[in-house]
């Protein structure tokens, strides 16, 4: 795993993560200027996910960034938002979150993951 792909599971939770915000607060108090910052924030988050895609696997970036989101989640809804989580419910979480991790985890003897520079075609015929 190289830096820079922890780089981009890194930003793209992050703008995820704004643009889950901006359409919270859209959802109490929409503004013009907001919806134009939403659309801004999900192409910018959508051209990182492309080019992510030049470097590593479909699944290891989505999990990753997927995994880093679902912890800023919890954390801003706790904190930012005010919502009751019990600890039940932060304890599965974290199970979820600690499996998640082992997926992204190379397996051992067998190194890191290779990206996957073509994708061949197939035809069934029916």
Avoid at 73 to 89: P, Q, W, Y
């Amino acid at each position: 795993m190289r830096w820079w792909a922890i780089a981009a599971m890194a930003g793209l939770a992050a703008l995820d993560l704004s643009g889950a915000v901006l359409a919270k607060e859209l959802s109490a108090r929409p503004r013009v200027w907001m919806y134009a910052l939403a659309i801004g924030v999900w192409v910018l988050l959508f051209l990182v996910y492309v080019w992510s895609m030049r470097f590593e696997d479909l699944w290891f970036v989505t999990f990753g960034w997927i995994t880093m989101l679902q912890v800023a989640v919890l954390l801003v809804d706790r904190f930012r938002f005010g919502a009751d989580v019990s600890t039940r419910k932060w304890l599965l979480a974290g199970v979820l979150i600690v499996v998640q991790i082992g997926l992204l985890l190379p397996e051992p003897g067998r190194g890191t993951t290779t990206s996957v520079t073509s994708v061949d075609a197939v035809v069934v015929e029916t």
